[in-house]
Protein backbone atom coordinates (compact mmCIF):
# COMPACT_ATOMS: atom_id res chain seq x y z
CA UNK A 1 0.00 0.00 0.00
CA UNK A 2 2.83 2.34 0.89
CA UNK A 3 4.74 1.38 -1.83
CA UNK A 4 2.02 1.94 -4.01
CA UNK A 5 1.15 5.57 -2.84
CA UNK A 6 4.90 6.25 -2.88
CA UNK A 7 5.31 5.33 -7.24
CA UNK A 8 1.79 7.45 -6.98
CA UNK A 9 2.88 10.37 -4.87
CA UNK A 10 6.86 10.76 -6.11
CA UNK A 11 9.42 11.49 -2.53
CA UNK A 12 9.16 14.69 -1.40
CA UNK A 13 5.37 15.52 -3.10
CA UNK A 14 3.65 16.58 0.23
CA UNK A 15 6.75 18.37 1.78
CA UNK A 16 7.68 20.54 -1.04
CA UNK A 17 7.34 24.29 -0.65
CA UNK A 18 7.06 24.64 -4.75
CA UNK A 19 4.45 22.07 -4.97
CA UNK A 20 2.11 23.30 -2.10
CA UNK A 21 2.08 26.98 -3.60
CA UNK A 22 1.17 25.89 -7.17
CA UNK A 23 -1.25 23.95 -5.77
CA UNK A 24 -3.03 26.68 -3.86
CA UNK A 25 -2.59 29.17 -6.58
CA UNK A 26 -3.67 26.49 -9.35
CA UNK A 27 -6.53 25.92 -7.24
CA UNK A 28 -8.04 29.01 -6.77
CA UNK A 29 -7.23 29.70 -10.63
CA UNK A 30 -9.19 26.75 -11.40
CA UNK A 31 -12.24 27.56 -8.96
CA UNK A 32 -12.82 31.18 -10.37
CA UNK A 33 -12.29 29.88 -13.89
CA UNK A 34 -14.19 26.84 -14.06
CA UNK A 35 -17.17 29.30 -12.03
CA UNK A 36 -16.96 32.21 -14.39
CA UNK A 37 -15.99 29.88 -17.74
CA UNK A 38 -19.59 28.40 -17.94
CA UNK A 39 -20.98 31.97 -18.09
CA UNK A 40 -18.84 32.64 -20.63
CA UNK A 41 -19.67 29.52 -22.54
CA UNK A 42 -23.57 30.43 -22.30
CA UNK A 43 -23.13 33.60 -23.58
CA UNK A 44 -20.93 32.36 -26.46
CA UNK A 45 -17.66 34.41 -25.33
CA UNK A 46 -15.06 31.94 -25.25
CA UNK A 47 -13.42 34.53 -28.35
CA UNK A 48 -13.20 37.56 -26.11
CA UNK A 49 -11.76 34.76 -22.64
CA UNK A 50 -9.04 33.53 -25.56
CA UNK A 51 -8.48 37.21 -26.40
CA UNK A 52 -8.15 38.77 -22.68
CA UNK A 53 -5.60 35.90 -22.04
CA UNK A 54 -3.50 36.80 -25.25
CA UNK A 55 -3.46 40.20 -24.60
CA UNK A 56 -2.97 39.86 -20.78
CA UNK A 57 0.54 38.46 -22.03
CA UNK A 58 1.42 42.10 -22.24
CA UNK A 59 0.89 42.62 -18.89
CA UNK A 60 3.28 39.74 -17.89
CA UNK A 61 6.07 40.70 -20.18
CA UNK A 62 5.72 44.26 -18.59
CA UNK A 63 5.79 43.26 -15.03
CA UNK A 64 8.63 41.04 -15.88
CA UNK A 65 10.63 44.52 -17.34
CA UNK A 66 9.37 46.14 -14.36
CA UNK A 67 10.60 43.49 -11.84
CA UNK A 68 7.01 44.23 -10.28
CA UNK A 69 4.61 41.05 -8.90
CA UNK A 70 3.31 39.38 -12.83
CA UNK A 71 0.10 38.87 -11.29
CA UNK A 72 -0.13 42.75 -10.90
CA UNK A 73 0.68 42.92 -15.11
CA UNK A 74 -1.42 40.31 -16.12
CA UNK A 75 -4.72 41.89 -14.42
CA UNK A 76 -3.79 45.19 -15.09
CA UNK A 77 -3.83 44.51 -19.12
CA UNK A 78 -6.86 41.53 -18.82
CA UNK A 79 -9.03 44.22 -16.88
CA UNK A 80 -8.21 47.30 -19.62
CA UNK A 81 -8.69 44.88 -22.22
CA UNK A 82 -11.78 43.70 -20.77
CA UNK A 83 -13.21 47.31 -20.34
CA UNK A 84 -11.90 48.10 -23.59
CA UNK A 85 -13.81 45.61 -25.13
CA UNK A 86 -17.34 46.31 -23.89
CA UNK A 87 -17.24 49.95 -23.46
CA UNK A 88 -17.16 49.93 -27.97
CA UNK A 89 -21.01 49.59 -28.23
CA UNK A 90 -21.63 46.57 -31.02
CA UNK A 91 -24.97 45.98 -32.29
CA UNK A 92 -24.32 42.19 -33.95
CA UNK A 93 -22.84 39.29 -32.78
CA UNK A 94 -20.37 39.67 -35.66
CA UNK A 95 -18.81 43.04 -34.96
CA UNK A 96 -18.50 41.81 -31.40
CA UNK A 97 -15.59 39.40 -32.81
CA UNK A 98 -14.29 42.35 -34.78
CA UNK A 99 -13.26 44.47 -31.83
CA UNK A 100 -12.56 41.67 -29.83
CA UNK A 101 -10.07 40.46 -32.65
CA UNK A 102 -8.63 44.12 -32.65
CA UNK A 103 -8.08 44.29 -29.41
CA UNK A 104 -6.41 40.92 -29.42
CA UNK A 105 -4.60 42.52 -32.19
CA UNK A 106 -3.08 45.22 -30.50
CA UNK A 107 -2.41 43.61 -27.20
CA UNK A 108 -0.06 41.06 -28.45
CA UNK A 109 1.53 43.62 -30.89
CA UNK A 110 2.57 44.91 -27.38
CA UNK A 111 3.58 42.02 -25.95
CA UNK A 112 5.70 41.43 -28.55
CA UNK A 113 7.60 44.87 -27.89
CA UNK A 114 8.01 44.16 -24.35
CA UNK A 115 9.47 40.64 -25.08
CA UNK A 116 12.18 41.77 -27.61
CA UNK A 117 12.63 44.39 -24.43
CA UNK A 118 12.94 41.86 -21.82
CA UNK A 119 14.86 39.84 -24.03
CA UNK A 120 17.39 42.88 -24.70
CA UNK A 121 18.09 44.08 -21.55
CA UNK A 122 17.90 40.99 -19.05
CA UNK A 123 18.99 38.66 -22.53
CA UNK A 124 16.65 35.81 -21.53
CA UNK A 125 13.98 34.02 -23.25
CA UNK A 126 12.62 32.78 -19.92
CA UNK A 127 10.62 35.38 -19.58
CA UNK A 128 8.74 34.57 -22.98
CA UNK A 129 8.22 31.21 -21.80
CA UNK A 130 6.72 31.60 -18.30
CA UNK A 131 4.74 34.52 -19.37
CA UNK A 132 2.89 32.39 -22.26
CA UNK A 133 3.39 28.77 -21.07
CA UNK A 134 3.54 29.29 -17.10
CA UNK A 135 6.03 28.13 -14.92
CA UNK A 136 4.00 26.39 -12.02
CA UNK A 137 6.82 25.35 -9.56
CA UNK A 138 8.59 28.57 -9.60
CA UNK A 139 5.66 30.82 -8.57
CA UNK A 140 6.86 33.02 -5.64
CA UNK A 141 4.75 32.16 -2.37
CA UNK A 142 4.53 35.49 -1.87
CA UNK A 143 1.88 35.84 -4.51
CA UNK A 144 -0.28 33.56 -2.55
CA UNK A 145 -2.34 36.72 -0.67
CA UNK A 146 -3.44 38.61 -3.59
CA UNK A 147 -4.11 35.82 -5.66
CA UNK A 148 -6.60 34.53 -3.29
CA UNK A 149 -7.68 38.28 -2.47
CA UNK A 150 -8.75 38.02 -6.41
CA UNK A 151 -10.09 34.85 -6.64
CA UNK A 152 -12.49 35.85 -3.73
CA UNK A 153 -13.40 39.10 -5.43
CA UNK A 154 -14.46 37.16 -8.76
CA UNK A 155 -16.82 34.68 -6.90
CA UNK A 156 -18.00 36.94 -4.60
CA UNK A 157 -18.86 38.85 -7.76
CA UNK A 158 -20.36 35.97 -9.24
CA UNK A 159 -21.95 35.31 -6.25
CA UNK A 160 -23.49 38.74 -6.19
CA UNK A 161 -24.27 38.48 -9.81
CA UNK A 162 -25.67 35.20 -10.37
CA UNK A 163 -29.32 35.68 -11.81
CA UNK A 164 -29.15 38.48 -13.60
CA UNK A 165 -25.98 37.31 -15.32
CA UNK A 166 -27.71 33.50 -16.02
CA UNK A 167 -30.89 35.60 -17.14
CA UNK A 168 -28.85 37.65 -19.56
CA UNK A 169 -26.33 35.09 -20.65
CA UNK A 170 -30.09 33.02 -21.79
CA UNK A 171 -31.51 36.21 -23.60
CA UNK A 172 -30.64 39.71 -22.88
CA UNK A 173 -34.20 41.27 -24.05
CA UNK A 174 -35.60 39.10 -21.05
CA UNK A 175 -33.54 40.53 -18.66
CA UNK A 176 -34.11 43.96 -19.92
CA UNK A 177 -38.02 43.79 -19.44
CA UNK A 178 -37.04 43.05 -15.38
CA UNK A 179 -34.90 45.82 -15.55
CA UNK A 180 -31.28 44.63 -15.52
CA UNK A 181 -28.78 46.21 -16.82
CA UNK A 182 -27.60 44.29 -19.61
CA UNK A 183 -24.63 46.72 -20.88
CA UNK A 184 -23.75 46.77 -17.23
CA UNK A 185 -23.68 43.27 -16.73
CA UNK A 186 -22.17 42.46 -20.07
CA UNK A 187 -18.84 44.66 -18.90
CA UNK A 188 -18.97 43.24 -15.18
CA UNK A 189 -18.61 39.44 -16.48
CA UNK A 190 -15.93 40.26 -19.09
CA UNK A 191 -13.86 41.91 -16.05
CA UNK A 192 -14.30 38.71 -13.72
CA UNK A 193 -12.97 37.09 -17.06
CA UNK A 194 -10.06 38.97 -16.75
CA UNK A 195 -9.51 38.29 -13.06
CA UNK A 196 -9.99 34.48 -13.69
CA UNK A 197 -7.57 35.01 -16.89
CA UNK A 198 -5.10 36.94 -14.63
CA UNK A 199 -5.32 33.82 -11.88
CA UNK A 200 -4.76 31.28 -14.87
CA UNK A 201 -2.18 33.12 -16.27
CA UNK A 202 0.05 32.97 -13.74
CA UNK A 203 -0.38 29.20 -13.00
CA UNK A 204 -0.71 27.79 -16.74
CA UNK A 205 0.65 30.82 -19.03
CA UNK A 206 -1.63 33.39 -20.91
CA UNK A 207 -1.92 31.05 -23.75
CA UNK A 208 -3.03 28.12 -21.72
CA UNK A 209 -5.63 29.82 -19.36
CA UNK A 210 -8.56 29.57 -22.31
CA UNK A 211 -7.99 26.09 -21.27
CA UNK A 212 -8.56 26.47 -17.65
CA UNK A 213 -11.30 29.01 -18.43
CA UNK A 214 -13.47 27.00 -21.48
CA UNK A 215 -12.34 23.16 -21.09
CA UNK A 216 -14.03 22.33 -17.57
CA UNK A 217 -16.98 24.77 -18.50
CA UNK A 218 -17.32 22.87 -21.39
CA UNK A 219 -17.40 18.97 -19.89
CA UNK A 220 -20.19 20.30 -16.90
CA UNK A 221 -22.02 21.40 -19.60
CA UNK A 222 -22.19 18.20 -20.82
CA UNK A 223 -23.04 16.50 -17.14
CA UNK A 224 -24.59 18.90 -15.48
CA UNK A 225 -28.75 19.83 -16.09
CA UNK A 226 -29.23 22.77 -13.96
CA UNK A 227 -26.52 25.85 -13.96
CA UNK A 228 -25.87 25.78 -10.40
CA UNK A 229 -24.47 22.21 -10.82
CA UNK A 230 -22.83 22.95 -13.91
CA UNK A 231 -20.80 25.42 -12.04
CA UNK A 232 -19.79 23.48 -9.07
CA UNK A 233 -18.75 20.80 -11.42
CA UNK A 234 -16.76 22.77 -13.61
CA UNK A 235 -15.07 23.64 -10.99
CA UNK A 236 -14.45 20.56 -9.12
CA UNK A 237 -13.46 19.34 -12.64
CA UNK A 238 -10.35 22.46 -12.91
CA UNK A 239 -9.49 21.49 -9.85
CA UNK A 240 -8.81 17.80 -9.99
CA UNK A 241 -7.37 18.48 -13.51
CA UNK A 242 -4.56 21.04 -12.02
CA UNK A 243 -4.10 19.17 -9.06
CA UNK A 244 -3.88 16.06 -11.52
CA UNK A 245 -1.59 17.89 -13.66
CA UNK A 246 0.41 19.32 -11.20
CA UNK A 247 1.13 15.21 -9.72
CA UNK A 248 1.72 13.70 -13.42
CA UNK A 249 4.82 16.81 -13.39
CA UNK A 250 5.94 16.32 -10.32
CA UNK A 251 6.44 12.71 -11.11
CA UNK A 252 7.74 12.92 -14.77
CA UNK A 253 11.10 14.36 -12.85
CA UNK A 254 11.30 10.76 -11.72
CA UNK A 255 11.25 9.50 -15.52
CA UNK A 256 12.38 11.94 -17.66
CA UNK A 257 15.72 11.74 -15.98
CA UNK A 258 15.09 15.21 -13.89
CA UNK A 259 13.95 17.24 -16.73
CA UNK A 260 10.19 17.23 -15.91
CA UNK A 261 7.31 18.17 -18.15
CA UNK A 262 5.77 21.46 -17.74
CA UNK A 263 2.53 21.29 -15.47
CA UNK A 264 0.29 23.72 -17.61
CA UNK A 265 0.70 20.73 -20.40
CA UNK A 266 -0.34 18.12 -17.73
CA UNK A 267 -3.17 19.86 -16.56
CA UNK A 268 -4.28 21.17 -19.90
CA UNK A 269 -3.87 17.31 -21.30
CA UNK A 270 -6.15 16.21 -18.29
CA UNK A 271 -8.61 18.54 -19.51
CA UNK A 272 -8.61 18.02 -23.31
CA UNK A 273 -8.74 14.11 -22.60
CA UNK A 274 -11.55 14.44 -20.12
CA UNK A 275 -13.41 16.30 -22.74
CA UNK A 276 -13.38 14.06 -25.27
CA UNK A 277 -14.34 10.88 -23.17
CA UNK A 278 -16.92 12.68 -21.74
CA UNK A 279 -18.38 14.15 -25.63
CA UNK A 280 -17.88 10.61 -26.79
CA UNK A 281 -19.76 9.58 -24.28
CA UNK A 282 -23.16 11.57 -24.15
CA UNK A 283 -23.57 12.87 -27.55
CA UNK A 284 -26.23 15.66 -27.76
CA UNK A 285 -25.05 16.67 -30.97
CA UNK A 286 -27.55 15.76 -33.58
CA UNK A 287 -26.31 13.79 -36.08
CA UNK A 288 -26.80 14.01 -39.89
CA UNK A 289 -29.38 11.77 -40.94
CA UNK A 290 -28.11 10.88 -44.48
CA UNK A 291 -25.00 10.16 -43.89
CA UNK A 292 -25.41 7.41 -40.57
CA UNK A 293 -28.86 5.97 -42.07
CA UNK A 294 -26.61 2.70 -44.05
CA UNK A 295 -24.07 2.27 -40.87
CA UNK A 296 -27.66 2.37 -38.53
CA UNK A 297 -29.01 -0.52 -41.20
CA UNK A 298 -25.63 -2.06 -41.28
CA UNK A 299 -24.91 -2.31 -37.54
CA UNK A 300 -28.35 -3.18 -36.67
CA UNK A 301 -28.47 -6.14 -39.24
CA UNK B 1 -50.18 61.16 -20.85
CA UNK B 2 -52.39 58.57 -19.67
CA UNK B 3 -56.04 59.01 -19.29
CA UNK B 4 -57.71 57.65 -16.01
CA UNK B 5 -58.05 53.94 -15.90
CA UNK B 6 -54.87 53.96 -18.83
CA UNK B 7 -52.03 51.56 -18.53
CA UNK B 8 -50.57 52.13 -21.75
CA UNK B 9 -50.74 54.66 -24.42
CA UNK B 10 -49.01 54.41 -27.41
CA UNK B 11 -49.70 58.22 -29.10
CA UNK B 12 -49.54 58.75 -32.61
CA UNK B 13 -46.15 56.73 -32.70
CA UNK B 14 -44.25 56.82 -35.82
CA UNK B 15 -41.56 53.87 -36.02
CA UNK B 16 -38.67 53.47 -38.49
CA UNK B 17 -35.71 50.75 -38.31
CA UNK B 18 -32.57 51.27 -40.95
CA UNK B 19 -34.23 54.73 -42.39
CA UNK B 20 -37.22 52.80 -43.61
CA UNK B 21 -40.77 53.75 -41.91
CA UNK B 22 -42.60 50.71 -40.14
CA UNK B 23 -44.86 52.53 -38.11
CA UNK B 24 -46.87 55.13 -39.40
CA UNK B 25 -48.85 57.36 -36.48
CA UNK B 26 -50.32 54.38 -34.36
CA UNK B 27 -52.61 55.52 -31.53
CA UNK B 28 -54.43 53.13 -28.86
CA UNK B 29 -54.42 53.13 -24.87
CA UNK B 30 -55.07 49.93 -22.95
CA UNK B 31 -57.14 50.22 -19.97
CA UNK B 32 -56.07 47.75 -16.65
CA UNK B 33 -57.23 44.40 -17.10
CA UNK B 34 -57.87 44.61 -21.08
CA UNK B 35 -56.77 41.62 -23.17
CA UNK B 36 -56.10 43.16 -26.45
CA UNK B 37 -55.34 41.38 -29.19
CA UNK B 38 -52.42 42.96 -31.90
CA UNK B 39 -53.34 41.44 -35.31
CA UNK B 40 -51.27 41.56 -38.64
CA UNK B 41 -49.88 39.20 -41.40
CA UNK B 42 -46.42 38.67 -41.39
CA UNK B 43 -44.12 42.10 -41.93
CA UNK B 44 -46.70 44.36 -40.85
CA UNK B 45 -45.05 45.50 -37.95
CA UNK B 46 -46.68 43.46 -34.79
CA UNK B 47 -43.16 42.52 -33.38
CA UNK B 48 -41.86 46.70 -34.09
CA UNK B 49 -45.03 47.62 -32.01
CA UNK B 50 -44.46 45.17 -29.16
CA UNK B 51 -40.67 46.24 -29.12
CA UNK B 52 -41.66 50.49 -29.36
CA UNK B 53 -43.68 49.37 -25.91
CA UNK B 54 -40.81 47.51 -24.45
CA UNK B 55 -38.63 50.30 -24.89
CA UNK B 56 -36.26 48.41 -26.96
CA UNK B 57 -37.02 50.58 -30.10
CA UNK B 58 -37.60 54.58 -30.06
CA UNK B 59 -40.45 55.85 -31.97
CA UNK B 60 -39.17 58.51 -34.73
CA UNK B 61 -42.10 60.98 -33.33
CA UNK B 62 -45.33 60.02 -31.17
CA UNK B 63 -44.85 58.62 -27.44
CA UNK B 64 -45.36 55.63 -25.17
CA UNK B 65 -46.29 56.13 -21.97
CA UNK B 66 -46.90 52.79 -19.28
CA UNK B 67 -48.04 53.08 -15.51
CA UNK B 68 -45.51 50.25 -14.15
CA UNK B 69 -46.95 50.95 -10.87
CA UNK B 70 -44.92 49.91 -7.64
CA UNK B 71 -43.64 46.73 -8.91
CA UNK B 72 -40.39 46.73 -10.07
CA UNK B 73 -40.46 44.22 -13.39
CA UNK B 74 -44.02 45.27 -14.39
CA UNK B 75 -43.91 44.19 -17.36
CA UNK B 76 -43.79 40.38 -18.86
CA UNK B 77 -42.88 39.70 -22.65
CA UNK B 78 -43.12 36.62 -24.32
CA UNK B 79 -40.43 36.82 -27.54
CA UNK B 80 -41.68 35.54 -30.87
CA UNK B 81 -37.86 34.01 -31.33
CA UNK B 82 -35.64 32.44 -28.59
CA UNK B 83 -33.36 29.93 -29.24
CA UNK B 84 -30.89 27.89 -26.99
CA UNK B 85 -28.57 25.14 -27.74
CA UNK B 86 -29.97 21.88 -26.33
CA UNK B 87 -26.91 21.39 -24.11
CA UNK B 88 -27.35 24.50 -22.27
CA UNK B 89 -27.30 23.43 -18.35
CA UNK B 90 -31.08 25.32 -18.02
CA UNK B 91 -34.16 23.57 -17.43
CA UNK B 92 -37.58 24.56 -18.16
CA UNK B 93 -38.01 25.29 -13.97
CA UNK B 94 -34.84 27.23 -13.96
CA UNK B 95 -35.54 29.94 -16.49
CA UNK B 96 -39.12 30.37 -15.52
CA UNK B 97 -37.85 30.52 -11.69
CA UNK B 98 -35.84 33.32 -13.16
CA UNK B 99 -38.81 35.07 -14.25
CA UNK B 100 -40.13 35.20 -10.52
CA UNK B 101 -36.59 36.59 -9.10
CA UNK B 102 -33.87 37.19 -12.12
CA UNK B 103 -33.04 40.61 -11.36
CA UNK B 104 -32.27 39.79 -8.12
CA UNK B 105 -28.61 40.19 -6.63
CA UNK B 106 -27.19 37.27 -5.01
CA UNK B 107 -27.55 33.51 -5.29
CA UNK B 108 -30.86 32.30 -4.85
CA UNK B 109 -31.59 30.94 -1.10
CA UNK B 110 -33.57 27.15 -1.39
CA UNK B 111 -37.11 28.34 -0.72
CA UNK B 112 -40.12 26.11 -0.80
CA UNK B 113 -41.97 29.43 -1.95
CA UNK B 114 -40.41 30.20 -4.97
CA UNK B 115 -40.40 26.68 -6.11
CA UNK B 116 -44.11 25.96 -5.30
CA UNK B 117 -44.98 29.25 -7.30
CA UNK B 118 -42.34 27.86 -10.27
CA UNK B 119 -44.74 24.56 -9.81
CA UNK B 120 -48.12 26.07 -9.98
CA UNK B 121 -47.12 28.34 -13.18
CA UNK B 122 -45.76 25.48 -14.90
CA UNK B 123 -48.77 23.36 -13.71
CA UNK B 124 -50.74 26.07 -15.09
CA UNK B 125 -49.31 26.11 -18.61
CA UNK B 126 -49.37 22.13 -18.94
CA UNK B 127 -45.48 22.54 -18.80
CA UNK B 128 -45.22 20.27 -15.80
CA UNK B 129 -44.30 16.81 -17.43
CA UNK B 130 -41.00 18.41 -19.31
CA UNK B 131 -40.37 20.84 -16.42
CA UNK B 132 -37.21 19.02 -16.18
CA UNK B 133 -35.83 18.88 -19.25
CA UNK B 134 -33.16 21.37 -20.58
CA UNK B 135 -35.01 24.11 -22.62
CA UNK B 136 -32.97 23.93 -25.64
CA UNK B 137 -34.07 20.11 -26.31
CA UNK B 138 -37.65 21.30 -26.07
CA UNK B 139 -40.31 21.58 -28.63
CA UNK B 140 -41.11 25.24 -30.44
CA UNK B 141 -44.64 24.64 -29.07
CA UNK B 142 -43.21 23.58 -25.32
CA UNK B 143 -40.72 26.09 -24.45
CA UNK B 144 -43.06 28.27 -26.03
CA UNK B 145 -45.59 27.49 -22.62
CA UNK B 146 -42.16 27.71 -20.60
CA UNK B 147 -41.97 31.45 -21.94
CA UNK B 148 -45.27 32.11 -20.89
CA UNK B 149 -44.80 30.76 -17.91
CA UNK B 150 -41.77 32.94 -17.40
CA UNK B 151 -43.52 35.70 -17.94
CA UNK B 152 -46.60 35.24 -16.03
CA UNK B 153 -44.86 33.67 -13.10
CA UNK B 154 -44.12 37.24 -11.44
CA UNK B 155 -47.84 38.71 -12.03
CA UNK B 156 -47.34 41.21 -14.20
CA UNK B 157 -49.47 44.81 -15.19
CA UNK B 158 -48.66 44.25 -18.56
CA UNK B 159 -47.89 41.05 -20.63
CA UNK B 160 -46.87 41.40 -23.71
CA UNK B 161 -46.77 38.38 -26.10
CA UNK B 162 -45.56 38.08 -29.42
CA UNK B 163 -47.15 35.30 -31.16
CA UNK B 164 -47.27 33.00 -28.57
CA UNK B 165 -49.70 30.84 -30.53
CA UNK B 166 -48.34 30.49 -33.78
CA UNK B 167 -46.75 26.89 -32.14
CA UNK B 168 -49.07 25.41 -30.68
CA UNK B 169 -51.56 22.40 -31.49
CA UNK B 170 -55.21 23.88 -31.74
CA UNK B 171 -56.07 22.01 -28.80
CA UNK B 172 -52.97 23.78 -26.86
CA UNK B 173 -53.82 27.16 -28.39
CA UNK B 174 -57.43 27.33 -26.93
CA UNK B 175 -56.61 26.36 -23.51
CA UNK B 176 -53.36 29.02 -23.17
CA UNK B 177 -56.24 31.51 -24.68
CA UNK B 178 -57.99 30.30 -22.24
CA UNK B 179 -55.69 30.56 -19.27
CA UNK B 180 -54.46 34.29 -20.32
CA UNK B 181 -57.87 35.45 -20.22
CA UNK B 182 -58.63 33.63 -16.48
CA UNK B 183 -54.93 35.17 -15.29
CA UNK B 184 -55.46 38.67 -16.97
CA UNK B 185 -59.22 38.71 -14.76
CA UNK B 186 -57.74 37.50 -11.69
CA UNK B 187 -54.45 39.69 -11.54
CA UNK B 188 -55.78 42.46 -13.62
CA UNK B 189 -53.06 41.46 -16.28
CA UNK B 190 -53.21 43.52 -19.33
CA UNK B 191 -52.29 41.79 -22.11
CA UNK B 192 -51.40 42.42 -25.61
CA UNK B 193 -51.13 39.82 -27.34
CA UNK B 194 -49.98 39.48 -31.57
CA UNK B 195 -51.32 37.43 -33.77
CA UNK B 196 -51.65 36.70 -37.29
CA UNK B 197 -54.93 35.01 -37.25
CA UNK B 198 -57.74 36.58 -34.93
CA UNK B 199 -60.11 33.76 -34.96
CA UNK B 200 -59.15 32.05 -31.48
CA UNK B 201 -58.60 35.41 -29.89
CA UNK B 202 -62.29 36.48 -30.93
CA UNK B 203 -64.21 35.53 -27.62
CA UNK B 204 -61.92 36.59 -25.62
CA UNK B 205 -60.69 40.02 -26.84
CA UNK B 206 -61.57 43.35 -25.19
CA UNK B 207 -60.27 45.67 -27.95
CA UNK B 208 -58.39 44.55 -30.89
CA UNK B 209 -55.36 46.60 -32.30
CA UNK B 210 -55.56 45.78 -36.33
CA UNK B 211 -52.17 46.21 -38.43
CA UNK B 212 -51.60 47.08 -42.31
CA UNK B 213 -49.17 48.92 -44.21
CA UNK B 214 -47.91 50.10 -40.79
CA UNK B 215 -51.08 51.86 -39.90
CA UNK B 216 -53.11 50.85 -37.62
CA UNK B 217 -56.98 50.48 -36.78
CA UNK B 218 -58.50 49.87 -33.04
CA UNK B 219 -61.22 49.57 -31.18
CA UNK B 220 -63.33 46.64 -30.27
CA UNK B 221 -63.62 43.73 -32.59
CA UNK B 222 -67.05 44.87 -33.76
CA UNK B 223 -66.08 48.04 -34.55
CA UNK B 224 -62.91 47.20 -36.38
CA UNK B 225 -62.92 43.74 -38.16
CA UNK B 226 -65.26 45.61 -40.38
CA UNK B 227 -65.21 45.81 -44.49
CA UNK B 228 -65.51 49.61 -44.20
CA UNK B 229 -62.74 50.05 -41.14
CA UNK B 230 -60.83 47.40 -42.93
CA UNK B 231 -60.95 48.52 -46.41
CA UNK B 232 -59.73 51.69 -45.24
CA UNK B 233 -57.16 50.68 -43.18
CA UNK B 234 -55.49 48.27 -46.27
CA UNK B 235 -56.25 50.93 -49.07
CA UNK B 236 -58.27 48.65 -51.24
CA UNK B 237 -61.63 46.98 -51.10
CA UNK B 238 -61.68 43.87 -48.06
CA UNK B 239 -64.33 41.99 -47.51
CA UNK B 240 -65.32 40.68 -43.62
CA UNK B 241 -66.90 37.41 -43.87
CA UNK B 242 -68.53 35.75 -40.79
CA UNK B 243 -68.59 31.94 -41.04
CA UNK B 244 -69.50 29.44 -38.34
CA UNK B 245 -68.41 32.19 -35.59
CA UNK B 246 -65.24 32.56 -37.74
CA UNK B 247 -63.85 35.82 -39.08
CA UNK B 248 -62.36 36.00 -42.38
CA UNK B 249 -60.46 38.38 -44.00
CA UNK B 250 -60.54 38.61 -47.36
CA UNK B 251 -59.98 40.73 -50.89
CA UNK B 252 -62.92 41.09 -53.03
CA UNK B 253 -60.93 41.04 -56.29
CA UNK B 254 -58.09 39.36 -56.98
CA UNK B 255 -57.03 42.14 -58.95
CA UNK B 256 -54.11 44.51 -59.49
CA UNK B 257 -53.27 45.86 -56.17
CA UNK B 258 -55.92 43.68 -54.24
CA UNK B 259 -53.63 40.89 -56.08
CA UNK B 260 -50.49 42.02 -54.89
CA UNK B 261 -52.07 42.28 -51.41
CA UNK B 262 -52.77 38.65 -51.35
CA UNK B 263 -49.34 37.87 -52.22
CA UNK B 264 -47.96 39.95 -49.63
CA UNK B 265 -50.47 37.80 -46.65
CA UNK B 266 -51.38 35.12 -47.84
CA UNK B 267 -52.77 34.36 -44.35
CA UNK B 268 -55.65 36.33 -45.23
CA UNK B 269 -56.24 34.09 -48.24
CA UNK B 270 -55.32 30.39 -46.20
CA UNK B 271 -58.20 31.09 -43.92
CA UNK B 272 -60.77 30.75 -46.52
CA UNK B 273 -61.99 27.21 -45.44
N1 LIG C 1 -33.93 45.82 -38.06
C1 LIG C 1 -34.72 46.07 -39.10
N2 LIG C 1 -34.30 46.90 -40.09
C2 LIG C 1 -35.09 47.18 -41.14
N3 LIG C 1 -36.32 46.68 -41.31
C3 LIG C 1 -36.78 45.85 -40.37
C4 LIG C 1 -36.02 45.49 -39.23
N4 LIG C 1 -36.74 44.65 -38.47
C5 LIG C 1 -37.90 44.49 -39.13
N5 LIG C 1 -37.94 45.19 -40.25
C6 LIG C 1 -39.05 45.29 -41.20
O1 LIG C 1 -40.16 45.78 -40.51
C7 LIG C 1 -41.35 45.18 -40.98
C8 LIG C 1 -42.15 44.69 -39.81
O2 LIG C 1 -41.43 43.66 -39.19
P1 LIG C 1 -42.01 42.94 -37.91
O3 LIG C 1 -41.00 41.93 -37.49
O4 LIG C 1 -42.40 43.96 -36.93
O5 LIG C 1 -43.29 42.24 -38.51
P2 LIG C 1 -44.29 41.21 -37.81
O6 LIG C 1 -45.65 41.76 -37.95
O7 LIG C 1 -43.83 40.89 -36.46
O8 LIG C 1 -44.15 39.94 -38.77
P3 LIG C 1 -44.26 38.38 -38.41
O9 LIG C 1 -45.71 38.03 -38.40
O10 LIG C 1 -43.58 37.72 -39.58
O11 LIG C 1 -43.57 38.15 -37.13
C9 LIG C 1 -40.91 44.10 -41.96
O12 LIG C 1 -41.17 44.56 -43.27
C10 LIG C 1 -39.46 43.94 -41.74
O13 LIG C 1 -38.81 43.65 -42.93
MG1 LIG D 1 -43.16 39.24 -35.55
Known amino acids: MTELLSIVFAPGFFTSEPVRTAAVIGAAAAIVSGVVGVFTVIRGQSFAGHSLADVSSAGGAAAFLLGINPLLGFLGMSVLAATSMELVRVDRASERDLVTGIVTGAGLGLAALLFYLDVTTSSTTGATVTVMFGSMFAIPASIVPLALIVGIGALAAVGMLYRPLLLCSLDPDLAAVQGVPVRLIGLLHLIVVALAVALAAITVGAVLSTGLLIGPAAIALHLARRPGLAVLTAAAIGVAATWGGILIAYDSYEWTGGHGWPVSFCIVALIFVAYVVIAQARPTRVRPVLGTARTGVASAG | ?273
Not at chain 2, 38 to 50: C, E
Not at chain 2, 192 to 208: I, K, T
Not at chain 2, 254 to 273: F, K, N, Y
Request: aromatic share 4%; glycine share 10%; proline share 4%.
Open chain 2, 1 to 273: MLARGEILAVRQASVSLSGRSILKDIDFALEMGEFCGLIGSNGSGKTTLLRTILGFVAPSSGSVSFDGGSKSASVGYVPQKFSLDPYMPIRARDLVALGLDGNRLGLPLPSRGRWQKVDEMLEAVEATPFADQRIGSLSGGQQQRVLIAHALVRRPRLLLLDEPLANLDMRSVAGIVALLRRLSREFQITVLLSAHDMNPLLSVMDRVVYLAHGRAASGTTDAVVRTDVLSQLYGYHIDVVRVHGRVLVVAAEAEGDALAAIERDPVHVAQIP
